[in-house]
């Protein structure tokens, strides 16, 4: 991993007090590695937000054009972000839905906190430009997630 790949900073808005922070932080750290992205000198920048259901059907429905809630969105963006403090390669943003990530671990019958990582994960993962539009992409996309968790976990 290179210096430029280690400096990032995750911005988090309502995050729940059963999540812990350091994982996904953990997470976003060994997912950068994945990252083609040019950024110069400049830290990362990760905008992560947890919505309600309600949130996530309107954001889905505006940008997605589809009329149901999901468990996570992922917007690239690439582009500078200052703050008042200092100057970021902003990567993103990363949409959040708790409700259907704690639904998806009853259905795959996986804990909460490894679903929240999985996802998470994912959605870093589109930021890098991965997709998973065809079938051999979205195995590679899948490949990829569990090898990042085996190493976080």
């Known amino acids: 991993m290179t210096e430029n790949r ?3 900073h995750l911005e988090i808005t309502n995050l729940p007090d059963d999540i812990n922070e ?4 953990k997470a976003a750290e060994e997912t950068l590695q994945y990252f083609t992205t040019p950024a110069g000198n400049l830290p990362f920048l990760i905008m992560v937000h947890f919505v309600l259901p309600e949130e996530m059907k309107e954001i889905n429905r505006q ?12 917007f690239p963006y690439h582009e500078e972000y200052e703050t008042e403090e200092q100057t970021f390669q902003l990567l993103g943003e990363i949409f959040l839905e708790t409700k259907t990530i704690g639904e998806n671990a009853k259905k795959y019958n996986a804990s909460f906190q490894r679903e929240l990582l999985y996802i998470f994960i994912h959605g ?3 930021l890098a430009g991965y997709t998973h539009e065809e079938e051999t992409s979205l195995k590679s996309m899948i490949t990829l997630q569990n090898k990042i968790l085996e190493k976080i976990q």
């Open 63 to 74: 940008f997605k054009k589809r009329d149901s809630s999901t468990d996570v969105l992922s």
């Open 6 to 8: 280690k400096r990032f």
């Open 22 to 25: 350091i994982l996904l932080k």
């Open 124 to 126: 870093l993962l589109h």
